[in-house]
């Protein structure tokens, strides 16, 4: 684990670390649809911010060939782990990881052709300086991509933040800085990119059982406030959230937006 964290990127730490069945069907489609819109070439080198188990870091890999280079970074030492299982698996020699704070990288400048983040940006602290960085980062005519979901998304997200404030406890919401379109292509322009694209896809899926809703916004780094309440708060906040997730349930299960933007940026 990198030194110094802060509380909040100790949560990440612990957060991630703890996932050990990380991989799924949507994360693989949602990761991919990131490379694909990157449109990477054969020989290029390409680094991506919060790799976690490396999926878009093993597909850009693929395309860019031994001629060209992934770097993957990640605070995460649990995801690296799994990350560098498939890499050895797949026997791609043209990967390095490294573990460290995305919120403080040091690469010299001109270094990439292409810098990729998917899902991830939200968990930077300051993301405006992040992406100043970047564009040092890449080469002359190099690209940015990532991507975010609206403000609005995760459904099951947003009424756990309600229910959290209704008990005095407030959380942030993760995807409000860069939430629609227009604050992305305004954030973009500030770090000096152009010919900015936005993709506008739904990536929203049903969930089948509410007790995942909560597991998964409680132990995240963006929810884990929840445990300043009293036990006795904290039984009857999980309660009254549960029971309002159920209420929402059709015969195909509790519906999670997911309204996701794909940025792709010049510079």
């Known amino acids: 684990m990198p030194e110094n964290l802060s509380e909040y990127k100790q949560r990440i730490v612990t957060d991630f670390n703890s996932r050990s069945n990380y991989d799924n069907q949507w994360r693989d489609r949602f990761a991919n649809r990131l490379v694909e819109i990157a449109n990477l070439e054969s020989?290029?080198?390409?680094?991506?911010?919060?790799?976690?188990?490396g999926i878009v870091a093993i597909a850009s890999a693929k395309i860019v060939g031994n001629e060209?280079?992934?770097?993957?970074?990640?605070?995460?030492?649990?995801?690296?782990?799994?990350?560098?299982?498939?890499?050895?698996?797949?026997?791609?020699?043209?990967?390095?990881?490294?573990?460290?704070?995305?919120?403080?990288?040091?690469?010299?400048?001109n270094s990439f052709d292409a810098i990729l983040c998917s899902s991830a940006i939200v968990y930077l602290t300051d993301i405006p300086a992040a992406l100043r960085s970047w564009y040092r980062f890449l080469k002359p005519e190099g690209i940015v991509a990532f991507s975010c979901f609206a403000e609005t998304s995760m459904t099951i997200s947003?009424?756990?933040?309600?229910?959290?404030?209704?008990?005095?406890?407030?959380?942030?919401?993760?995807?409000?800085?860069?939430?629609?379109?227009?604050?992305?292509?305004?954030?973009?322009?500030?770090?000096?990119?152009k010919d900015i694209e936005i993709q506008t896809e739904q990536f929203g899926f049903y969930l089948s059982e509410a007790q995942r809703a909560w597991q998964g916004n409680s132990n995240s780094a963006c929810g884990y406030q929840v445990f300043q309440l009293a036990q006795?708060?904290?039984?009857?906040?999980?309660a009254e959230y549960l029971t309002e997730l159920e209420a929402l349930a059709t015969d195909k299960g509790i519906w999670n937006d997911a309204l996701a933007f794909f940025v792709v940026a010049h510079k």
């Open 43 to 53: 020989g290029q080198k390409v680094l991506d911010i919060a790799t976690g188990t």
């Open 68 to 109: 060209g280079k992934v770097i993957g970074v990640d605070i995460s030492s649990g995801m690296l782990k799994q990350a560098q299982s498939k890499i050895d698996a797949e026997g791609l020699p043209n990967v390095e990881l490294i573990e460290t704070d995305a919120d403080n990288l040091s690469f010299p400048d």
């Open 158 to 193: 947003v009424l756990y933040r309600a229910k959290l404030q209704a008990y005095g406890v407030i959380v942030p919401n993760p995807n409000e800085i860069l939430g629609t379109p227009e604050k992305c292509l305004e954030m973009l322009q500030k770090a000096g990119f």
């Open 232 to 238: 006795e708060e904290i039984a009857q906040l999980k």
